[in-house]
């Protein structure tokens, strides 16, 4: 099986620029999610979709950050216009939303994300 | 503020050592709590615990989960160097929140 598909794995970029990340979930989960992990700190939860629609954003910067997952696949995460505090390495991650297996993700390998 | 608290930060100990590792969580939308174990990449899975009281084990490590009290706890016996890592707990849910993490250094 494979896994969580994430691209690309590095990206270095000067501030107000813009940058995207892509993920491909696991194949039938229902549930990805966007996390952004500073160094030192645990991941924190961006947005998360249930197929096609978003379930949490509420930690979503939302006057940069976007995301989309249109057809219920694979998904794009945007931040327009970077700042330096969101260097870090995105995580997307799947779950399979069925029973015992809700919660349980399984996570792409990031995007390290450096703004100079 | 919904908060996931793991302690202690950072433990160093040797080979052959047994740690415990806390996680404590506020109850808002809880489902699930589960840890993880984060070398340099992304996180994998260890366990996910959804009832108190009900230990779960995959080799040296163990976890359980206190609902009243609103915490659990990771035990890793017999720890080998393999074991250094950054172990997160998550409080699983409709939102999805994690822990800063404790750091494992497992010296020879």
């Known amino acids: ?116 | 503020e919904d908060k996931v608290v793991q302690s202690p930060l950072s433990l160093v100990v040797h080979e052959g050592d047994t740690v415990t590792l806390n996680c404590s969580y506020e109850v808002t939308n809880f489902r699930s709590l589960l840890w993880y174990k984060q070398e340099k990449k992304a996180p994998t899975f260890l366990f996910m615990l959804t009832s108190s009281g009900i230990e779960k084990k995959s080799g040296r490590l163990s976890s359980i989960l206190d609902k009243k009290e609103l915490f659990s706890i990771l035990n890793i016996t017999a720890t080998q160097t393999g074991d250094s890592a950054v172990y997160l707990c998550a409080r699983g849910g409709d939102d999805m929140r994690f822990g800063a993490g404790t750091r494992l250094t497992v010296k020879p």
């Open chain 1, 1 to 116: 099986e494979a896994g969580v598909a994430q691209s690309p794995r590095y990206k270095i970029i000067e501030k107000r620029q813009s940058v995207a990340f892509w993920c491909n979930p696991i194949s039938g989960h229902a549930t990805l999610y966007w996390y952004q992990q500073i160094l030192g700190q645990g991941p924190k939860l961006l947005i998360q979709f249930q197929n096609n629609g978003v379930v949490d954003d509420s930690q979503l910067p939302k006057d940069r950050f976007s995301a989309e997952r249109l057809k219920g696949v694979d998904s794009t995460l945007k931040i327009q216009p970077a700042k330096l505090e969101d260097s870090a390495v995105y995580l997307c991650a799947s779950s399979l939303r069925r029973g015992e297996f809700t919660d349980t993700q399984y996570f792409g390998p990031g995007t390290r994300l450096t703004v100079l």
